[in-house]
C-alpha cells in the first residue's frame, strides 16, 4: 500500500463519518420542522373548535371550516407583521 492510497483510503474514511453525521443532523432537524408544524396547526384549530362550540353553532361545518380558515389567515398576517415590523 502507497502512502497516496493510504491517503485516499483515510480521507475516505473521514468523508463517510461526515456524511453519517450530517444525516444524522439532518433528520433532527427534520423531527424539529415536522413538530414546528404540528404546533402550527394545532393552536388554529383548537381554538376554531372551541369557539364553534362556545357560539352554539351546532353541527353547521360551514361555520366552523370559516372559522379555521379565518385562525389560519390572521395567523400568517400576524406572522407577515412580526417580521416586517418586529418589536422595536
Do not use: E, W
Request: proline residues 1%.
Amino acid at each position: 500500500m502507497t502512502i497516496t492510497s493510504s491517503r485516499n483510503l483515510l480521507i475516505n474514511q473521514i468523508y463517510k463519518q461526515q456524511c453519517n453525521a450530517l444525516r444524522s443532523v439532518i433528520g433532527y432537524a427534520m423531527c424539529g420542522r415536522m413538530q414546528q408544524v404540528a404546533l402550527m396547526l394545532g393552536g388554529p384549530i383548537g381554538a376554531s373548535f372551541i369557539i364553534h362550540s362556545s357560539v352554539c353553532a351546532g353541527s353547521d361545518h360551514a361555520a366552523l371550516a370559516k372559522l379555521i380558515s379565518i385562525s389560519f389567515f390572521m395567523s400568517g398576517l400576524c406572522t407577515i407583521l412580526q417580521v416586517t415590523f418586529g418589536v422595536r
